[in-house]
């Protein structure tokens, strides 16, 4: 692959940050490394260093494109039933994880807090501000609602980690099912703690 078929245009930034993705995606966030992002995008190993100087500022630009991908997913969701609108954020975060091999554990990963990057904080809250109205709706108060958020998302991202671990495949080999589980824990949770 030559450097001009790697990326176009100069925006060698976004394809760093594609290239983090996959490599985060297949290895997990501790093998992310700016020089092997660097040969995936087929430029010289000092390249990236322009746009991200340290290891730590392109795992923030990989979160921060993370929560907007994440973002842009939950937002699809148009479930006016608020039960049945928890239950499909599960099913989309479950698939977001299972194809990213991470979630909310990367874009509130706590070796990105001392940065305090603007731009990571403002998509993570993006995510947020999807999920916390409904559940707002479910609960009546905003205690409860992070309280429930909390379980949901846990529970949302248990089930996607299982699948990848390997451990939930034995029972439920397609991503559906494991999202069709996590829907079915959602819509518990959303009776339990309905206001």
């Known amino acids: 692959m030559s450097k001009r078929d790697s990326y176009h245009h100069g925006d060698l930034r976004a394809a760093l940050v594609e290239a983090a993705l996959a490599l985060i995606a297949e290895r997990g ?60 954020t599960a099913r989309v975060y479950v698939r977001f994880v299972v194809e990213h091999h991470a979630g909310l554990d990367l874009i509130f990963a706590e070796q990105l807090r001392p940065l305090a990057d603007p731009a990571l904080a403002a998509a993570g809250r993006a995510v947020i501000d999807v999920l916390l109205p409904i559940a707002l709706a479910l609960t009546g108060n905003p205690v409860s609602a992070l309280d429930l958020l909390e379980q949901h998302i846990a529970a949302a991202h248990g089930y996607a980690v299982l699948h990848l671990s390997g451990f939930a495949r034995r029972r439920t080999p397609d991503v559906e099912m494991v999202a069709t589980g996590a829907a079915n824990v959602s819509r518990a949770l959303a009776a339990a703690f309905r206001g």
């Not at 992310?32 to 290891?55: D, K, Q």
């Not at 907007?68 to 997913?73: D, H, K, S, T, V």
């Open 29 to 88: 966030i501790d093998a992310l490394s700016v020089a092997e992002a660097a040969r995936r995008t087929g430029v010289s190993a000092a390249a990236p260093y322009r746009h991200f100087p340290t290891r730590l500022a392109l795992l923030k630009a990989a979160a921060t494109r993370a929560a907007e991908l994440l973002a842009e997913g939950l937002r699809e969701v148009q479930e006016p039933d608020p039960v049945e609108a928890l239950a499909a």
